[in-house]
């Protein structure tokens, strides 16, 4: 039996781990200063983040269609696949999963749809590791997937807390901050809920408290250094990572710039991790 992965563009997987594997991706839109983009389409992310400071309206999110959800389960089933598993963002945070979930519903007992309850790397690392055990099938499939998402740890420190407070999307744990535009607020998110963990004032201590939260978590299996823009910052901490603790973190270490339908939220200049622990 044939299983199809499926994810969309939140997942921040690297175009050559998608062609690796045959992952799918839908994109998602991006609306700036009155013109819509598809996700990955039209603008870079450096563009696209170099731009984001100066701009007078704040730019808006959307997920593509149904139709293009079914498009694209459609010409899988086509091709050949027998089961498809569609992983995506979390439904809490965004209309995404609702929206695969509603195109399933015209491919019955063929599509199945899970809410990774993550973005970014901490969605893309349960899609790669659904990818890797589909030709076991999707039982199998779906077990690396839950086994991923247990030892999952994803974690940002915000450079600001203007874009998040702009988005309309303040979560519980950070309205406490209030007004309090100039601190720095360390984020975690997990199954969905973005909880925040500390606030700091100056980059300095933000990145010393991103690398403490990252070594409490042992030997890793996967790791992904996320930034908004950031990639002096994030190389700088990816190198820190290595050389404080080299043999708890895998080889193959993702360095990546965070999609723009996510930073539109959290804003330029941030610093992040996705961790998969070994155990």
Same mark, same amino acid.
């Given at each position: 039996?044939?299983?199809?992965?499926?994810?969309?563009?939140?997942?921040?997987?690297?175009?050559?781990?998608?062609?690796?594997?045959?992952?799918?991706?839908?994109?998602?839109?991006?609306?700036?200063?009155?013109?819509?983009?598809?996700?990955?389409?039209?603008?870079?992310?450096? +563009? %696209?983040? /170099? #731009?984001?400071?100066? =701009?007078? &309206?704040?730019?808006?999110?959307?997920?593509? !269609? $149904?139709? +293009? %959800?079914? /498009? #694209?389960?459609?010409? =899988?089933? &086509?091709?050949?696949?027998?089961?498809?598993? !569609? $992983?995506?963002?979390?439904?809490?945070?965004?209309?995404?999963?609702? &929206?695969?979930?509603?195109?399933?519903?015209?491919?019955?007992?063929?599509?199945?749809?899970?809410?990774?309850?993550?973005?970014?790397?901490?969605?893309?690392?349960?899609?790669?590791?659904?990818?890797?055990?589909?030709?076991?099938?999707?039982?199998?499939?779906?077990?690396?997937?839950?086994?991923?998402?247990?030892?999952?740890?994803?974690?940002?420190?915000?450079?600001?807390?203007?874009?998040?407070?702009?988005?309309?999307?303040?979560?519980?744990?950070?309205?406490?901050?209030?007004?309090?535009?100039?601190?720095?607020?360390?984020?975690?998110?997990?199954?969905?809920?973005?909880?925040?963990?500390?606030?700091?004032?100056?980059?300095?201590?933000?990145?010393?408290?991103?690398?403490?939260?990252?070594?409490?978590?042992?030997?890793?299996?996967?790791?992904?250094?996320?930034?908004?823009?950031?990639?002096?910052?994030?190389?700088?901490?990816?190198?820190?990572?290595?050389?404080?603790?080299?043999?708890?973190?895998?080889?193959?270490?993702?360095?990546?710039?965070?999609?723009?339908?996510?930073?539109?939220?959290?804003?330029?200049?941030?610093?992040?991790?996705?961790?998969?622990?070994?155990?």
């Amino acid at each position: 039996m044939t299983l199809g992965i499926v994810t969309d563009s939140t997942c921040d997987i690297p175009s050559w781990l998608l062609e690796e594997y045959g992952i799918e991706v839908i994109p998602s839109v991006l609306i700036m200063d009155g013109v819509e983009y598809v996700d990955g389409e039209g603008m870079t992310r450096d +563009e %696209f983040y /170099a #731009r984001l400071p100066r =701009l007078q &309206t704040s730019p808006t999110t959307a997920a593509a !269609s $149904i139709g +293009e %959800f079914t /498009a #694209r389960y459609d010409a =899988l089933l &086509t091709r050949g696949v027998d089961q498809i598993l !569609s $992983i995506h963002a979390p439904e809490v945070l965004t209309s995404i999963f609702n &929206t695969a979930r509603q195109a399933a519903q015209a491919f019955p007992g063929k599509v199945t749809c899970v809410d990774s309850g993550s973005l970014s790397l901490g969605l893309g690392f349960q899609v790669l590791a659904a990818a890797e055990a589909a030709d076991l099938g999707q039982p199998a499939a779906l077990d690396a997937l839950e086994s991923t998402h247990r030892r999952l740890r994803v974690s940002a420190a915000l450079d600001t807390m203007e874009y998040v407070k702009r988005s309309g999307r303040v979560p519980g744990a950070l309205a406490t901050l209030g007004g309090l535009l100039s601190i720095k607020p360390l984020i975690e998110l997990s199954d969905g809920q973005v909880k925040a963990i500390a606030a700091v004032r100056t980059t300095r201590q933000a990145d010393e408290r991103m690398l403490n939260f990252l070594l409490e978590g042992g030997s890793l299996e996967r790791l992904a250094i996320l930034h908004t823009g950031a990639e002096t910052r994030a190389r700088n901490f990816l190198n820190t990572v290595i050389q404080k603790v080299s043999r708890s973190v895998p080889r193959d270490i993702l360095l990546v710039n965070v999609t723009t339908v996510i930073g539109t939220h959290v804003g330029p200049n941030g610093l992040g991790f996705a961790a998969v622990r070994a155990t």
